[in-house]
């Protein structure tokens, strides 16, 4: 089993940058592919990014492509999502999931994740 926290949330400006971070404790973290999703008011969650095991496959939603980058540390437990660039449409709740039962490199989907965290709220400003 693997627990997962999230941090770094907050308020911001449009244009303003934030580094979330998800620290995992338990299991040996580099045996997790990880991923970022995100849930606003009245709306489904989302996938954000995800990450391989090793760090070397990213995979990003369209929509954050090229603003937001995921990258891990085993080292430190740690999963990290840069946001760059934020729009008042990137504010949510952001989860950290985790999972370590498949074989695939990179997970897209919520519902294959078995782990997650319990979430940060990101606020952007107009």
């Known amino acids: 089993q693997v627990q997962l926290v999230e941090s770094g949330g907050g308020l911001v400006q449009a244009g303003d940058s934030l580094r979330l971070s998800c620290a995992a404790s338990?299991?040996?973290?580099?045996?997790?592919?990880a991923g970022w999703f995100r849930q606003a008011p009245g709306k489904e969650r989302e996938f954000v990014a995800a990450?391989?095991?090793?760090?070397?496959?990213?995979y990003y939603a369209d929509s954050v492509k090229g603003r937001f980058t995921i990258s891990r540390d085993n080292a430190k437990n740690t999963v990290y999502l840069q946001m760059n660039t934020l729009k008042p449409e990137d504010t949510a709740v952001y989860y950290c999931?985790?999972?370590?039962?498949?074989?695939?490199?990179?997970?897209?989907?919520?519902?294959?994740?078995?782990?997650w965290g319990q979430g940060t709220q990101v606020t952007v400003s107009a």
């Open positions: 338990g299991r040996t973290f580099g045996s997790y592919v």
């Open positions: 990450i391989s095991r090793s760090g070397a496959n990213t």
């Open positions: 999931a985790a999972d370590w039962t498949t074989h695939a490199t990179i997970l897209t989907r919520a519902y294959d994740y078995v782990y």
